[in-house]
C-alpha cells in the first residue's frame, strides 16, 4: 500500500475528524511515579508514553564526570508490546537516534552548571506507540524536569507538521506519518527558540516555512497544556499544606 491508495481526507476533514491544522487530544499527569524525582505521563492520540527523571546524582562510572557541569543522559524506549506486531526487546538503531536527538533538545535549557560532576539521567518508555512518538517523548521529560525541580531556562514543548495528499498537516497520526510525503518534527521554547528540527520527505520552500509555522503554532499550544499541569499538581499541594496547617493549628 502506498500514499496513492489511501484518501486522507473526507469532506475536508482528515481521517481522524480533525481539520489541517489541528492536534490530537493531549492528555498531561505530572508526578505519577512515587520513587522518581521527576514523572509525567502523556496522552498524544493514541501515544501513551512515561517520562521519569532521576538526579541530579553522581555519575557511575566516575570517568564520565564534567568538572563544570551536570550531564544529561535520555533513554528512549519502545515497549515490545507498543505496536501492532511485536517489537524485539532492547535498544536499536532508532532508539539510539531519538535518544540522541531528544537529550539534544532538551539539554540547552538545563542549567548544568549548577550541578558539576553529576548526572541527570531522563528516561522515557513508550506503551503505546501512534506516530510521534518522538515529540510526545520530549514533551513528557520537559514535564517530568519540571517536576524533578531541575532549574531550566524554560519549559521545552514539541510537535511535529507533515504533507499528506499535497496538503500539511498538524501533528500527523500514524497512517499520515507511514503514508505521508514529509514529516517535520521540532522542539521550541515558549519564545520560540528551535532546539530540534528534523525533516523525512520532500516540501518545497513554501510548504516547509508553512509546516515550520504549523509546527511552531502546535508546540505552543502544547506549552499551554505542561504549564497548566504542572500548575494544577504544585497549586493542589499548595491546598493540600496550608489545609494541613489549619488542622494542625486547631
Known amino acids: 500500500m502506498d500514499e496513492n491508495d489511501i484518501s486522507f481526507f473526507k469532506d ?3 481521517l481522524d475528524g480533525r481539520r489541517a491544522d489541528e492536534l490530537r487530544p493531549v492528555k498531561i499527569e ?5 520513587r522518581a524525582d521527576g514523572s509525567c505521563y502523556i496522552e498524544m492520540g493514541g501515544n501513551k508514553v512515561i517520562a521519569a527523571v532521576y538526579g541530579p546524582r553522581e555519575v557511575h562510572p566516575r570517568h564520565l564526570q564534567e568538572v563544570t557541569r551536570a550531564i544529561v543522559r535520555y533513554r528512549y524506549n519502545m515497549a515490545s508490546f507498543s505496536v501492532e506486531e511485536r517489537k524485539r526487546p532492547g535498544p536499536d538503531r532508532r ?11 532538551l539539554e540547552p535549557v538545563i542549567l548544568t552548571s549548577f550541578f558539576p560532576r553529576s548526572v541527570i539521567d531522563v528516561f522515557v518508555e513508550v506503551l503505546q506507540a501512534d506516530a510521534g512518538t518522538r515529540t510526545a517523548g520530549i514533551n513528557a521529560a520537559a514535564v517530568a524536569l519540571a517536576d524533578a525541580g531541575i532549574p531550566m531556562k524554560s519549559m521545552i514543548s514539541s510537535c511535529a507538521a507533515g504533507k499528506v495528499g499535497d496538503t500539511i498537516v498538524l501533528d500527523p497520526m500514524k497512517e499520515e506519518d507511514n503514508f505521508g510525503q514529509a514529516d517535520l518534527p521540532i522542539a521550541m521554547t515558549p519564545n520560540g527558540d528551535i532546539t ?9 520552500p513554501d510548504e516547509f516555512g508553512q509546516a515550520v509555522t504549523m509546527a511552531m503554532k502546535g508546540a505552543k499550544d502544547i506549552y499551554e497544556l505542561q504549564r ?3 500548575v494544577a499538581k504544585y497549586s493542589q499541594i499548595s491546598t493540600d499544606s496550608a489545609r494541613e496547617e489549619v488542622h494542625l493549628c486547631e
Open 30 to 34: 505530572v508526578g505519577i511515579l512515587a
Open 228 to 230: 497548566r499541569a504542572l
Open 95 to 105: 532508539s539510539y537516534e531519538l535518544s540522541k536527538v531528544s537529550r539534544e533538545a
Open 196 to 204: 530540534l528540527m528534523q525533516m523525512d520527505g520532500n516540501l518545497t
Open 12 to 14: 475536508g476533514l482528515r
